[in-house]
């Protein structure tokens, strides 16, 4: 190991890549980060202390060979580093934009222990790849000796399009399906351009199929097919449909127009990104334009629309979340990105009414404060007497979580297993479904989760998959 270019973490100060000023970026949706120079990436890759037992990668979900990618970086062998940060995902540049660092990789450097700062694991993560696709390194999917055997992906999000990629490489005819008429799930149509920008999604998919995965658009699972018609079309399957069913609000008023579920308003938005026609956008109904936005709910979902309505020239923003900042679910990162932009946080508040009667006009609220703990430990919020108040709001968005649809009934399948919250039973090993060939990965198995972790799932589902169907192979030779 070149020592001189490494343990710098003393002498050299930890340094993000510069965020363009609030001021402008709230004028587009263009991701807020500069990326970093050569020499800069290369420094900061270098305040990394080569840990023994790297608790950076024990923390990431991929167990992503960290230090290792950081020395290469240091010593300005990107081509290499990148070769190794692609050998454990496959989309480095992705979760090197989105992934919540400061919960996982960098939140458990030593470093940061030290008080020196963590090393900036994600932004040089985003760094070596997106250099790799300039300087033309990430090579085309070269798919495996076919074996003859077919697999029938339901969804196009990070732990379908994952698994699609392995079964690819292994030979396997993959068909993707999925309802929309893009692919990438939540990175496309959730996950807004200021965080990740639509272009970088849309590569990783073209790559896949210029590699021979059949994307089947439009394609809805329970109404285009039955789970059982794809399982006699295929020889294995995986569910990887993630969850959609919106939490509802139960207020009065809650009905009222102008009262919006979070990702119909952020898919309207990044489908206006691409170009596409949206009526209910263009009409005004899932517009924030000229109007006042009251955000309901504290998580990312949350802090993603409060900061697309900032963008899309909102007379003004709030979020009501009913506990305090240090209580949100949301990463501290984004409110304080949020709060830059202008975004007006109303914690330890609860709606308790829509008003305006057909057409909302404000939304009343109850000032809440932090009781005892619960069952979890978190202290529950209860009400606080004598504080009303009432905000005004031609525009509610209901942000307040999702859970996994009635899939057994949605798709014609009672015989799939689910949890008592929906989402599918996958054995802990295999990740195989209560039928046999059927296999599940992403939030539908875990509930509303993180893309590192649909990245993860798709890489174990695939493993599991190609020893099922190898298997099978094999006993079907015997048979005949
Ligand atoms: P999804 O990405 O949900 O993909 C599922 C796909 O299945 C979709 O394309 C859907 O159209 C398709 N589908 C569903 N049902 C059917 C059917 N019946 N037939 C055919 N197709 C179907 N995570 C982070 O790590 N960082 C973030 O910053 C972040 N921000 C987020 C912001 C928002 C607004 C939301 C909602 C989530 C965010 N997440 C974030 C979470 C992350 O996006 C998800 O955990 C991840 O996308 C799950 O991947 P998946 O492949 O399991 O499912
Ligand atoms: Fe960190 Fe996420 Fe990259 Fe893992 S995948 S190293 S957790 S940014
Ligand atoms: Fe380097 Fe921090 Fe990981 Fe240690 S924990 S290997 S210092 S990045």
Known sequence: MAADHMLQFVGRDQAYPDKRAAGDRVADFDEIAARYAIPAAEDQAGRCSQCGVPYCAVH?????????WLRLTAEGRLRDAYELSNATSTMPEICGRICPQDRLC????VIEFSGHGAVTIGSVEKFITDTAWEQGWVEPLVPGRARGQ???????GPAGLTAAEYLRVNGYDVHVYDRHDRAGGLLTYGIPGFKLEKPVVMRRVDRLAAGGIVFHYGF?????ASLDELRQRHDAILIATGVYRARAIDVTGSDADGVVEALDFLTASNRKGFGDDVPAFDDGSLSAEAKHVVVIGGGDTAMDCVRTAVRQGAASVKCLYRRDRANMPGSQREVGHAEEEGVDFVWLSAPTAVTGGDKAAGVQLRRMRLGAPDATGRR????DPGGEAEV?????????GFDAEDLPTLWEAPELGVTRWGTVLADARTLMTSLDGVFAAGDIVRGASLVVWAIRDGRDVAASMHAWLKARAADERKAA
């Open 392 to 400: 005004p709001a031609e525009l509610v968005i209901k942000a307040l």
């Open 60 to 68: 990431c979900p991929l167990h992503n060979h960290i230090p290792d």
């Open 150 to 156: 077919s697999v029938g992906v339901i969804g196009a």
């Open 106 to 109: 960098e939140g458990n450097c």
């Open 220 to 224: 809805e699972v329970g109404r285009n």
């Open 380 to 383: 529950a919020p209860e009400h």
